[in-house]
Each structure stands twice: as structure tokens, then as C-alpha cells.
């Protein structure tokens, strides 16, 4: 059961996108499922899932695609709602879009799009991002950034929705909020807070354990 998180000032309604769907290609043909690394003893896309029902997000709905079912499995219990993206394999454009097309971000003012293989991210972190969208009028994209990186997590604006719908291929939102003329807040997070792992040396390396 998700606790009660107070809303946000102003009636602003922000939703979370989690996106688990990609085919991991970096853990190797038929390798294990880095979602699944278990972290502390807890399944990868479990603690991603659980620090975005930590947050103010009016609700969490995560992408699933490749090996779904597994994926739901290490869900369960979870206040998730759940949108499959069957295009999985041709990049992330297509989890993207199978995700703005819920009713759940049509509904947001913004949508925070989290990748699902950050293990050291936290509630905290991704209030941040939020508050930082409320302050700016629920018309900036919101983008986590430290010293060297910037641009993921990332809260993005109704105004933008439309391009995402029409984002094709294996590319993010990236180059959409380049050429978009939206204001760009960068919201300083801690650097281990964005550690993504995408490799079986990666995942060992941030004290995971590989499991299937």
C-alpha cells in the first residue's frame, strides 16, 4: 500500500513514468536480467518502483516489455499501474509513447520519466525534480544534473507531450527538449544517486547480485 503523500500547492498533478522495458543488450546474449539484480536483497526495478511511490507523483506506471511477466512478478504488491510496450526491441521511443498515452500522464500537468536501472536512486532525489516543476509553473522541463551529467531523470511539461507521442526509433527525449524553446531547469543530485548500471561488471561494481 502506498503511504499518504500531501499533494502538491496549486492543485499541480505530476505522474511518474517508469520505464522497464528494454532488452538490457549490455548484460549479453541471454544474460540475466539486470531489473532483477537484487540490491540490499531487493529486485533492481523494485527499488526504482518503491522510491517513486515515495514521492508527491499523484501515481507510478511502469513500461514493461522484455521478460514482462518477471518483471511484474518482482512488482507485486505495488501501487503500479501498468501500460506494455510490444515494440520493446526497436529502442526507447516506443516505451516512451506507450507511457504518454496513459490516461495517468494525459491527466499530469507533468510527467517525470524515470529509467528503471538506477539503483542508488531516492525519494528525496526525485522530490526534488518535482518541487522544482511546481516552482517553475509546470511549464519547464526539469532536468537531475550533476557536475558531469545531466538530462535523467527529467520532469517533462504537458506542452511536450505531443512530441513525445511522435518520437520513433531507439532515441529519448533529448534532442525534443533541445529544440523545444521550453525553459530548462538543471536540479543538482548527488553523482551516486544517477549511477545507472547496464552491464553485469556494472551492476557488481555498485554491490549488486546477479540473480536471473
Known amino acids: 500500500m502506498r503511504s499518504a503523500i500531501p499533494k502538491l500547492e496549486d492543485d499541480c498533478i ?9 532488452e538490457a543488450s549490455r548484460m ?16 533492481l526495478v523494485r527499488r526504482s518502483a518503491v522510491a517513486a511511490l515515495g514521492t508527491r507523483a499523484s501515481s507510478v506506471t511502469v513500461v514493461t516489455g522484455h521478460r514482462h511477466q518477471e518483471i511484474k512478478a518482482a512488482l507485486g504488491g505495488l501501487d503500479l499501474q501498468y501500460v506494455h510496450n510490444p515494440d520493446y526491441a526497436s529502442g526507447m521511443a516506443g516505451s516512451l509513447v506507450a507511457g504518454f498515452r496513459t490516461d495517468q500522464v494525459q491527466r499530469a500537468d507533468g510527467a517525470l520519466v524515470l529509467n528503471a536501472d538506477m539503483p542508488k536512486i531516492t525519494s528525496a532525489d526525485l ?86
Open 14 to 22: 505530476v505522474t511518474v513514468v517508469l520505464l522497464a522495458a528494454g
Open 28 to 43: 549479453g546474449v541471454g544474460g540475466r536480467h539486470k531489473l532483477l539484480a537484487e540490491f540490499d536483497g531487493i529486485p
Open 127 to 212: 522530490n526534488a525534480l518535482i518541487v522544482a516543476f511546481e516552482r517553475a509553473k509546470r511549464d519547464a522541463v526539469i532536468r537531475a544534473a550533476t557536475t558531469s551529467r545531466r538530462g535523467n531523470p527529467v520532469v517533462l511539461p504537458r506542452s511536450l507531450y505531443d512530441g513525445v507521442l511522435r518520437l520513433r526509433g531507439d532515441v529519448g527525449a533529448r534532442h525534443l527538449i533541445e529544440i523545444s524553446g521550453r525553459p530548462v531547469v538543471d536540479v543538482p543530485i548527488e553523482e551516486c544517486s544517477l549511477l545507472d548500471v547496464d552491464t553485469p561488471e556494472a551492476i557488481l561494481a555498485a554491490g549488486g547480485v546477479l540473480t536471473v
